[in-house]
Structures are given as C-alpha cells and as structure tokens.
C-alpha cells in the first residue's frame, strides 16, 4: 500500500446548475503506483476529464469537489492551500492536454515556457534549465533540439507541440502525470507513436501514469489496469488482462464487443452496439445508472445504488448485481452471436 | 513580415494621396476660392488679380499637383489671415496637440486597461458590474459638456485646477481626462473580452497546470495576449482624439492645433484649414500603420513564418 | 483502434434549454438595459412629436424682463412654476426650449444614421459578398474615411458650404458610415459562408435575391445595433457642431446650442448648461442601453 504515488477514495465532484446538481462523478475509488500505467475508460461526458482537473486542483470555480481521501505521493492534497497546490502542480504531477494545437502560449518560444515551469520549481540558472529542456526534447523525440527552443509553437505540427507538451510536464521530474486524451487530436499515425512514447517515458523515470482516453485500442496497448467509468462513476476495475479478459459488467462487455479484434473478429460479422443514450446526471440518483440501457436489468437494478464487489480474481472489481459467472454466460453468448 | 510591411505600405501611401486629394478638392467647395478669399466688396479686377496670384487661374490638376508637390517638401503656402508661413505655424502648435493627445490616451489606458483586467478576472461580480457601468456612462456623456463641468466643479466651484491656458502641466489635467475619457469605454471592453477570452484558453490551463503563480499567469500568460487587438485600437483612437481635441481645446482656450483649426475655419483660412486636415489625417495613417507593425512584433504568428 | 462512440449525450444546456421563442421573450423582458433604454427613447419620442401641446411657451419668445429666472430646485427667490426650469439669457423658456430640441437632436440623429446606413450597407454588402476586388476597394475607401478626422472636416464643410439643418445632417451622414460598412462587411462575410446561402446559389437564386432575402435578414440584428451606436453618434457630433456655432443656427432651440449659449453664464447660472447637457446624456444614454441590450438578446454568446 505504502508504494502508491496517488490515492483516491470516494471522490465526488458536483456542479450546481439553474436545474439543479449535476452529479458529474460520484464515489471514485482508485490508486495509481509507480512505474504503472492506470487507464481511464469511458465516453465523452462521463467524468473522466473532471477526475483529471479535481486531482490536479483546477476544476472550474463552481464545481463543488468532495473526498475521503486524496493523496499525492503520501502527502494530504485535498485541503492543501491553493499556494501549496501551485508549488505540486508542474514539480510532483504534471497534466498532458488533449488539444496540443491551442496549449501552448502562441506569444512564447517554447524554450521560454520550458525553461518557465522549471525555474517556478527549482533553484536552477536558466543555461541549467536550458540543457534539461535540451535533454528532454531529444528524449521525447525532437531532432535539432537545441534550435527548436527559439520556435514558436505556431511554427511546430500538432505531433511535435504534444512532444513538447509531454517534455514540459518532465521537466522538474515529476512522481505522476495524467494524460487526457492526449492523441485524439492528432493524426492516426502519429497516435500511436506518442503513446508508445508516453509509456517507454513512464518506465525509464518511473512514474506513475494515468490516461485518460475513449479509445480502447490504446488502453490494450499500454495499461497496466483499467477504470471503466460510465455516468460519473467507475463500474469496472482490474488489470488490462482482466478487464479485457473476462469483462465482468454488462457495459464493458458491450463495449468490448464495438471493436474488432484482428484474428478474433469474422469478417462480415456485425459489430455491437449500445442502445440507448447516457441518463441524465442532473438531480438525485439512485440505482444503477446503466439500467436503462441493459439487456440484463432486473427489477432491483433500480431500487437501490448498486455497490462495487470483487470478481472472481483478486484485484478484479465490477459494479452490477449479476454474479461473475452469470456475466461469464452473458459474454460467452456476445461472443458466439 | 518585410512583405507584410512592404504592403502595409503602399495601401498606406495610396491612402495619403488620396486623402490629399479630397482636401485639396475642399476649397471647392464654397464655389470660386478667389471670390471667396476677395471678399464682399471685392471688384472684377480684384478677384482677377487674386485667381492670378494664387494660381486659381491654372488647371485643376496643375494646381493639385503643385499644391501637393509644395506640401510634400513641408511647405503648405501662406496663411491668408495670417499673413505667414502655415507650415511654421502648423508646428509650432503641434507639440502642444501632441502633448494633450499623448497625456489623454495615458490617461484613458490607465484607467480602462487595469478595469478591464479586473473585471475579466471576476466576472458578473461588483467590480465587473461598476467597470460595464463606468463605460455605459462614459460613452453617453458628450465630451464638451463633460469638460464644462469639470470647468465648473474643479476650476470655479473648488477652485483646483485652472481653467485656460497651456502654461503648466496643471492646465493639461482636466482637457486630457475630458478627452480621454470617451475612450475609456471602448478600451475596457476590448481589454475585458480579451482577457475573458484569454483566460478561458487552453494554454491558460497548461500555465496553471504548470503551477505557475498567479501572477505570471495574468501578467506573462493572459495580459500579453489580450493586448495585442488593444494595440491598435489605441492608436486607432489616438488619432481620433487628435481630431477631436479642436473641441476641447477651443473649450480650453488651449494653443494647439484644434484651436488653430477652429479659427481657421472662422476666419475661412483655407490653406491653413487644408494643411491642418492633411497633417491629421497623415498622422493617422502613420499611426495606424505603426500599430499594425507593433501589432505583428507582439504576435509571433504574423511576425514569424 | 476502436473508438466509443461519442453517443448523443445531453449537454447541460440541452438539458436546460425550454423553446426558444418564450426564451427569446424571457430574454428581452428579462434585460433591463434595453427595457430602459426602449422605455425612454419612446417617451423622448412622444415628447418631441407632441412638442407644440406640451411645450408651455414659444421656444423662440425672448422677453428680457424675465431673463434669467432659475429653475424651481434652486430655492431663489426668483423661480417659479410657470418656468420650471427657468429662462435662458433672453428670457426664453429653458422648459419649452427643451421640449423642442428633442425634434432636433432625434431627426437629425435619426436622419444622419439613415444616410450613413445606406451607404455603409451598401458598401459592406457588397466587400461582404462579392470580395476579392471588390472588398479591396472597399476597404480602401473605409481606411480612407477613416483617416479623415470627422470633426474637423464637417466644421470645414460647413464653414464652406454654408448651414442649415439638412446640411448638418448631410455631412454627418456622409462621414460617419465607416462602423456600418466594417460591420456588415464581416457580419455578411460570415452568413455568406453559411450552408443556406450556399444552397441558395445552388437553386440559381440571383445575386439581388441572394442579398436581400438571404443576406439582409440575418444581419438585422448586427445592423440595428450599429444603428443605434451610429445615431447616438450622430446625435453627439451635432450637439458638438452646434456647441462650436457651425452646427444648428440660432435661435433653434438645438442642445447643444443652448449648451453654448449658456456657456458664457455659466459662472453664475449653471444650470443654463447642466439640464441642455443632461437631457443630451438621457437621450444618448437611452439609445446606447437600446443597443447593448439588442446584442445582448440576439447574440449573448457574443456579449463582451
């Protein structure tokens, strides 16, 4: 337990509308350790991104942000001070955006706003700062390091400027970093190697990593375990082999079952789909919030809030009252259809 | 950039001559400049003599091209009225005009940049509410009529401030806050709708998830990008302020230009009228595309690449 | 790669949205600037147009005997209700004169933005829709206009063509087109990119059809807003040229003269250029509040 660089238990965050509250996440429990990968799996709309902002301390004004428990490397940073919070952010845990095109500052070189977020943190000369923003462009990837400093961010691709962004995040060392959705803005073939990136950078400084994406090819690709979050809260939770393996909530089977799988997927089969759309979060909840839009809801499904259990295996946990071997039959008939 | 300047250029150019030429054409307006310039009493042979000696008699376009020719090489002719060289006493008066302008627009960034940052860091709060109300008021509120209360209040009623003249930097403070002020509200709008803009940007984010301090998220992040638009509407809105200061130094009783205009006009000084209207109008130009060359040094995208 | 589909998820302002007219209604009863601004320019305009039965004097009679009376709030000695608002230097009644400088500053307020609309319109429409050439001309001339100092120029033409109401209202209206022409121009820019339009050229639409049937109404409320900026404008610069005694003649009961003519007395009788001054503000400000509170209504995205 004591190697967990992140905890989070029971985390809420409402926002309060002319109609009332809306439940944006509700009650998420998860760790991330060093050197592991954590994914965050979901829709758009589901919370994921406000998980980010509420860990990072940067939800809009309004947004009303609730835990039991939140701490960073050890340290208490749910009623941390604003001013402690600005000397974390950037030095302990460091956010990669999803819109690389518009999250540079276009009036700076990125040299200046490298070497910026290491001089706000340590006690270095900005040459210092300069040769460690050297050395990070070139680990992300960047050819002529050196000479890129003085560009601006208008004259570098979207790939290049999220290799920045990605370098900028490194640049005081940081214990964890959150990525949200840091390639869906990019070309497809640039996609990939970002990714791959990100995760050869989180094991060679041994961070911890949370991604946050909708794409679940990624998530196979890097994870070392996986959150499926639906409506604000998680509904499924274990190791990528087990999540992939044997998904145990009818929503991540559903899922599952939207994307091909090469080797596995006939050609000419139909891939699934979800009926439905996501309820509203506005106003008092109850039951399970993916009810409305499952093929094995029961008449309990709505009564009551529906709790976290674990699954068969150790570290596997799912949100639904089916048993993990009713689940096992409803998969093994997805997969037969 | 070069290329952008170079274009700049030559639309700015092309602007001056034909402003030129549309002040040129001013003096006939009234008709006959020689009969007018004769006066009532004037006999044939008098007008005669004038069209002659001022060369009405010659082709338009010999007259607009010698006029222009003169006006380029800084001489505007001879005042009728005067008596002397317009261009001598155009600048002499000019520093003057210069000195209220440059004091105004200070005046009025002072007040609108702060107010705009402020309320575009709290919006829909108080501050944001009087800022919106400064400038609904500002804008309805006529600048002559706003400058005779402040004659009224501070130079009689108090007795702070004197009220005519241009002998010390005292005599500037209530011309410059009347002609200053009218710019308040546009600029505080612009800067506080930058800054919403601004602040509400990705990039703004990247800062604060950089841990950069407050501070230097306002002042090196945001306000560097929200002034740029407020760059040229100043200048935009320091030439307008050149041409309206002939109200307010009349008002005044301030030797500049604007009164020099206005008795001008009275005493139907045409060349001087011409030569004031032209030097305006080119020091707008020259303004404007000094703003649109600072404008393109502040952002990186139109200065590089 | 699979993706999850981006399902139709309500956004909060889906969810909060009722239907857009009683919204649209809830909106403008609901802005209280441009409930003002609209109740007062109306009881401007009734004043102005039922000058002669509210007036209780002759603007134009002088009588020296009763010069100078202050208005009622003063608690001289010398005022009185028969001239709640005093008399002017010759003896004229501040109260009527007032009455009847609301017909002034509105017609040509109203006239000059008239004239300039026109022309801006036209000139934007056409740098809008047809670009290219066009729109390089166009700008040019606007950048021309813009060059020339407004109050200066209409002091000299008038100084040289003479004055007269409609010659003020002309000059203004020639010189102060360039915000509808910038504005217009952008404004049909961007609706000319739209779909409709688009569609409109498909089915063979002509050019004019184009502009007035497609074009024209979706720039109203752009248009309106400009207008009332343009007439308060025009107002101001009027008060302005009368004030300067190249504007209005007297003895018309014009503001902004009677702003002038009070200046000289003003040592002594304040109120001479306070009320002229004041009423000129009420107006400006009425127009104004009508104009923010019609770009807030149409457009509160737009809001700045």
């Given at each position: 337990m004591e190697n967990h660089i992140l905890n989070v238990r029971n985390l809420t965050v409402d926002i309060p509308l002319p109609s009332g509250m809306l439940?944006?996440?509700?009650g998420l429990s998860f760790h991330v350790d060093r050197g592991e990968t954590l994914a965050i799996v979901g829709e758009s709309g589901c919370g994921k991104s406000l998980t980010s902002l509420a860990i990072m301390g940067l939800?809009?004004?309004k947004a009303i942000r609730t835990a039991d428990l939140l701490e960073l490397a050890g340290e208490d940073?749910?009623?941390?001070t604003e001013s402690r919070m600005s000397d974390i952010r950037g030095s302990l845990m460091g956010m990669i955006f999803q819109e690389p095109m518009t999250?540079?500052?276009?009036?700076?070189?990125i040299g200046n706003q490298l070497i910026e977020t290491m001089r706000r943190h340590r006690p270095v000369s900005v040459d210092e700062a300069r040769d460690r923003a050297v050395f990070l462009l070139e680990k992300v990837g960047i050819t002529a390091a050196r000479s890129r400093?003085?560009?601006?961010?208008?004259?570098?691709s979207g790939g290049l400027r999220q290799r920045v962004m990605i370098a900028m995040t490194l640049m005081c060392g940081p214990d964890l970093i959150i990525a949200d959705e840091?390639?869906?803005?990019?070309d497809v073939t640039i996609q990939a190697q970002i990714l791959l990136l990100l995760a050869e950078l989180q094991k060679e400084f041994d961070m911890g990593l949370i991604l946050i994406t909708h794409d679940l090819g990624v998530v196979a690709r890097v994870a070392d375990r996986v959150a499926v979050m639906y409506a604000g809260q998680v509904v499924e939770e274990g190791s990528a082999t087990q999540v992939f393996?044997?998904?145990?909530?009818p929503y991540t089977q559903g899922l599952l079952d939207c994307i091909p799988i090469p080797g596995k997927t006939e050609r000419g089969k139909h891939l699934g789909s979800i009926p439905g759309i996501v309820p509203s979060l506005v106003g008092n909840l109850s039951g399970c919030r993916f009810a409305d839009r499952?093929?094995?809801?029961?008449?309990?499904?709505?009564a009551a809030d529906v709790g976290f259990r674990p699954a068969s295996e150790v570290g596997h946990a799912y949100r639904c009252l089916l048993t993990p071997e009713q689940s096992a039959q409803n998969a093994a008939k997805l997969g037969a259809a | 950039m070069l290329i952008f300047a170079v274009k700049r250029l030559a639309v700015a150019i092309l602007v001056a001559i034909t402003v030129s030429l549309l002040t040129f054409s001013m003096i006939y307006l009234s008709g006959d400049p020689a009969m007018a310039l004769a006066?009532?009493?004037?006999t044939q042979q008098d007008i005669e003599n004038i069209r002659r000696v001022y060369g009405y008699d010659k082709p338009i376009v010999i007259q607009y091209i010698n006029w222009l020719g003169n006006a380029l090489v800084g001489d505007f002719g001879h005042?009728?009225?005067?008596?002397?060289d317009v261009a001598s006493v155009i600048f002499t008066r000019l520093p003057v005009t210069m000195t209220l302008g440059a004091a105004a627009l200070s005046f009025a960034l002072l007040l609108a940049i702060p107010l705009g940052v402020l309320a575009a860091m709290r919006p829909n709060t108080l501050i944001d509410r009087i800022a919106l109300t400064l400038a609904v008021i500002g804008q309805a509120l006529p600048s002559f009529w706003f400058a005779l209360i402040m004659i009224y209040w501070f130079?009689?009623?108090?007795?702070?401030?004197?009220?005519?003249?241009?002998?010390?930097w005292l005599n500037f403070v209530m011309p410059s806050v009347a002609l200053g002020y009218y710019v308040t509200p546009a600029v505080m709008r612009l800067t506080r709708a930058g800054m919403l803009d601004v602040l509400s940007s990705d990039y703004i984010r990247t800062a604060r998830a950089k841990g950069l301090r407050p501070v230097a998220v306002l002042f090196k992040h945001a306000l560097r990008n929200a002034v740029i638009p407020v760059v040229s509407l100043a200048a935009v809105q320091f030439g307008f302020m050149l041409g309206g200061s002939i109200v307010i130094e009349t008002i005044f009783a301030i030797n500049g230009l604007g009164q020099l205009a206005w008795e001008s006009i009275q005493r139907a000084d045409l060349p001087m009228m011409q030569a004031i209207v032209l030097v305006l109008a080119c020091f707008y130009i020259v303004l404007t595309f000094l703003a649109d060359l600072l404008n393109a040094f502040l952002d990186p995208r139109i200065r590089v690449g | 790669m699979g993706m999850i589909g981006k399902a139709g998820v309500p956004t909060a302002s889906e969810i909060l949205e009722p239907s857009s007219a009683s919204l649209m209604r809830k909106r403008i009863f609901g802005h209280y600037g441009l409930m003002i601004g609209i109740g007062s320019l109306l009881v401007i305009f009734a004043i102005a147009l039922l000058a002669p039965m509210l007036a209780?004097?002759?603007?134009?009679d002088q009588e020296l005997s009763r010069?100078?009376?202050?208005?009622?709030?003063?608690?001289?000695?010398?005022?009185t209700w028969v001239y709640p608002l005093g008399t002017d230097g010759l003896g004229r009644d501040y109260l009527s004169r007032l009455i009847y400088g609301s017909q002034i500053s509105l017609l040509i307020g109203f006239s000059a933005m008239l004239i300039s609309g026109v022309i801006g319109t036209t000139l934007g429409v056409l740098a809008g829709y047809f670009g290219g050439r066009v729109d390089m001309v166009v700008n040019f001339i606007i950048t021309t206009r813009l060059s020339m100092p407004v109050v200066l120029v209409a002091l000299a033409v008038v100084s040289l063509v003479g004055n007269s109401l409609w010659i003020v209202i002309w000059v203004l209206g020639l010189l102060i087109w360039d915000r509808f022409a910038v504005v217009v121009r952008s404004s049909t820019l961007q609706v000319r990119n739209l779909d409709y339009v688009a569609a409109a050229q498909a089915i063979g639409c002509s050019k004019m059809r184009i502009i007035f049937s497609e074009i024209m109404p979706n720039i109203m409320n752009n248009l309106i807003v400009v207008a009332t900026v343009e007439m308060a404008h025009a107002i101001i610069l009027e008060a302005a040229l009368s004030f300067l005694g190249l504007g209005v003649q007297p003895p018309a009961p014009s503001w902004g003269l009677m702003i002038s003519e009070g200046k000289g007395l003003m040592?002594?009788?304040p109120w001479l250029i306070g009320i002229p001054g004041a009423a000129l503000f009420v107006l400006i400000l009425a127009i104004n509040l009508m104009g923010d509170g019609v770009r807030d209504v149409t457009a509160p995205e737009n809001r700045n």
């Open positions: 439940h944006a996440v509700q939800l809009p004004k940073i749910l009623n941390a999250s540079l500052n276009p009036a700076y070189t400093l003085t560009q601006y961010p208008h004259q570098l840091p390639t869906t803005a990019l393996g044997r998904p145990t909530h499952c093929q094995h809801a029961m008449t309990d499904c709505s | 006066g009532e009493s004037a005042s009728h009225y005067l008596k002397t130079g009689i009623v108090w007795g702070m401030l004197p009220i005519t003249g241009s002998a010390s | 209780p004097f002759d603007p134009l010069k100078l009376i202050p208005p009622i709030w003063s608690g001289s000695a010398k005022a040592f002594f009788h």
